[in-house]
């Protein structure tokens, strides 16, 4: 499954309302480092997502997008809704099955309900 790097935002491509600045492109994290603070195993996975190789892609590519700045610097990018369509669009590259699997199989010391895709993908309000 390739990985295709988003010449737009994520967020713009989702109709997710917000002023997008399209020129500049942020990675952005779908979820927060905060979100694994005393969680090493997850920590790592996470902090794999900014290790760029020659160019290669960011990875994992089913926990990062790019974002405009003015979505990932404005945290609009963190809020639960832009959450919700940013992994919507995961679903739509990866598919459901995929990106369910993913996110549970990751390796959290306490269960994480709301971070399960049928839980992150509930909060479009
Ligand atoms: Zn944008």
Known sequence: MGYERLERCALK?????????????????LINYS???????????????????????????ELTDWVCAGANVGRIADTKG??????????KQYGYEYMSEYLAGLPWKYPKPELRLEALLANSG
């Open 13 to 29: 491509i989702m109709d997710y309302p917000h002023k997008c600045t399209p020129d500049d492109l942020h990675l952005h994290h």
């Open 35 to 61: 979100k694994a603070r005393g969680n090493k195993e997850v920590r790592k996975i996470l902090k794999s997502m900014v290790e760029f190789q020659d160019g290669e892609p960011p990875h994992p590519k």
């Open 82 to 91: 832009a959450q919700c369509v940013l992994f919507q669009l995961k679903v």
